[in-house]
């Protein structure tokens, strides 16, 4: 239908505009101010009105009920109808002081102004506060949808969060049992019990020599020069020993400052001692980190699994040990390969 | 099949037969871990193993046991909040009916992966409803069904429900026909807007 269709009364009518009643505002601005020309509040939208619970805002000044935060400046009725058709955002004055935005419009005939509002980003806490309900919103308001993904979203992050809570126990649990020393990147104490126990089956068909190495003054570093230049210690140390070591043998970091070497197919005493010379040999050399010297050498024990009759890793270890410790007793920086006849017989080497 | 399903079918198992009961169908379904994550996918076949393993367990037909999952999710005190996002839906339970239309658009817009039956109410009347369901998995037409009368429940509404299963080319075609004999038969459980926060 076009202007022209329309009878000459109702032309006039369509170039007025419609005419609303009340309730018909209500329905559709259910959080609307209609203020008069005296700045005064002549009617209030029935969800505004649950906002202020036992006020009565007619018959308020507009000015003294709300703050104006934009635009600001807004004191006299003819600030308002001069700002016809832009967006506001006052606040209450009295507490609680919910933030709101909306819309001004000047009325016509000097009815004042109209102003719009919805209650803005801090929605679910006042619905909440004032216990508003679907039926206070205008179906055309998107309120209650945002109100549902809000919730929706809520529940699903709760859900995400327990998810990330289980993902990071179960790497942890992972971790534990891990076959990797994460900071040097050897084999851990877990590898090599259980390499262990696979050469302790296969002997005697598999032989070896094992090291016991231990890294002296390395508490001292640590000490002097903090845990992250320790830290750099034990990963150039491991980096000598597998340097020093071949592709199938084993390197473990088996504690702190410990690690243990298994040389596979090697019962060489001669062989044995030169490379346990060349480690370290290698390792007193200083390492630097971030501009320190930071110095350590290297006590080790030597056994090799032709020593034995009955191999089992306890003793294998447990000789390793000792001849460790005749190293560490002689003044350290240096090996021992142990003998089967005890310690007349421990050679001592460098 | 979406691990908000499989986590379902856990918690009522859990939570009706014990944890036991639980672990047992696990393993007898053979899916190598014993907790469904909600927010990850799983293949379809994972779930067709446990419910089919559930049934046999419990000596229960699919239909009914789908049915009881879809009620004790809503009836469930101790997670209220498909309930609630479900009262999102309207005031009354007519109105929730009709924005029953909207749910699978609704349900993507705040999980995007999650894929829920599309459901489409016809109106015969202010008192009589159809409600028309299609999805491509098969076999869940019985656990909306559930869910429906659940949400009666919720509201207070006195209903009589039927459900009858097709199945086309593309998946489950059903149709529940909803009788709504008194919609203030009962005390209405409550929904406050603002009542999560």
């Excluded at chain 1, 104006?68 to 002081?97: E, Y």
């Excluded at chain 1, 004042?112 to 919805?118: A, D």
């Excluded at chain 1, 290698?282 to 032709?306: E, K």
Aim: hydrophobic share 40%.
């Amino acid at each position: 239908m076009r202007v022209a269709d329309f009878a000459p009364s109702d032309v006039k009518a369509y170039h007025k505009g419609p005419l609303l009643g009340k309730v018909a505002i209500d329905r559709l601005m259910p959080m609307h101010l209609w203020v008069g020309p005296t700045g005064h509040v002549i009617r209030v939208g029935p969800t505004l009105r649950k906002l202020r619970p036992g006020q009565a805002l007619v018959g308020q000044r507009l000015t003294e009920l709300l703050e104006f935060r934009r635009p600001r400046g807004v004191q006299v009725m003819a600030d308002l109808i001069a700002r016809d058709g832009a967006s506001i955002q006052v606040l209450f004055r009295a507490a609680p002081r919910s933030s709101m935005k909306g819309i001004i419009v000047a009325l016509p005939q000097q009815q004042g102004v109209l102003i719009n509002l919805s209650i803005g980003i801090s929605v679910a806490e006042t619905v909440s506060k004032f216990g508003l309900v679907s039926k206070d919103f205008a179906p055309s308001d998107p309120t209650v949808e945002m109100l549902y993904l809000i919730e929706a979203q809520s529940a699903i992050l709760k859900e995400s969060k327990k998810l990330n809570t289980r993902l990071q126990g179960a790497k942890i649990a992972a971790e534990e049992q891990a076959y990797t020393d994460t900071l040097t990147g050897l084999k851990n104490r877990r590898a090599l019990d259980h390499i262990m126990g696979r050469l302790i089956g296969r002997a005697p068909n598999d032989k070896f020599g094992l090291m016991h190495v231990d890294l002296d003054f390395f508490k001292s570093v640590n000490d002097t020069h903090g845990h992250a230049a320790g830290d750099h210690v034990l990963q150039e140390a491991a980096r000598i020993f597998i340097e020093e070591t071949r592709s199938d043998d084993i390197v473990a970091r088996s504690g702190g400052d410990e690690f243990v070497l298994i040389l596979m197919d090697c019962v060489d005493e001669k062989m044995l001692n030169k490379i346990a010379g060349r480690i370290i040999d290698r390792l007193q050399r200083p390492i630097m980190f971030d501009g320190l010297d930071c110095r350590v050498s290297a006590s080790i024990g030597i056994t090799l699994s032709n020593n034995y009759n009955e191999l089992t890793a306890d003793q294998v270890c447990s000789d390793a040990d000792a001849a460790l410790y005749q190293s560490k007793h002689k003044g350290r920086s240096c090996y021992t390969l142990f003998t089967p006849d005890g310690d007349k017989h421990l050679q001592k080497g460098n | 099949m979406h691990g908000l399903v499989n986590r379902s079918i856990q918690r009522f198992v859990q939570n009706t037969y014990g944890e036991q009961t639980w672990a047992d169908i696990c393993h007898d379904a053979e899916l190598g871990f014993a907790n469904f994550e909600s927010m990850l996918s799983y293949d379809s076949s994972q779930t067709e193993a446990v419910l089919n393993v559930t049934c046999k367990k419990l000596q229960r037909g699919r239909i009914g046991l789908l049915e009881d999952i879809g009620t004790f999710l809503i009836s469930d005190p101790a997670s209220d909040a498909l309930r609630r996002l479900l009262r999102f839906g309207g005031e009354n339970f007519e109105e929730f009916l009709l924005s029953l239309d909207d749910l699978h658009d609704r349900a993507q817009l705040a999980l995007p992966d999650l894929d829920l039956p599309s459901l489409e109410l016809r109106e015969h009347s202010a008192k009589s409803f159809e409600l028309q369901y299609k999805w491509q998995e098969p076999g869940f037409g019985t656990l909306v069904l559930g869910i429906l009368r659940a949400m009666a429940d919720d509201y207070g509404a006195l209903v009589l429900l039927d459900h009858s299963h097709g199945q086309d080319d593309v998946g489950d075609h059903d149709r529940i026909s909803i009788s709504l004999l008194d919609a203030e038969f009962a005390q209405d459980r409550g929904f406050e807007l603002g009542g999560a926060h």
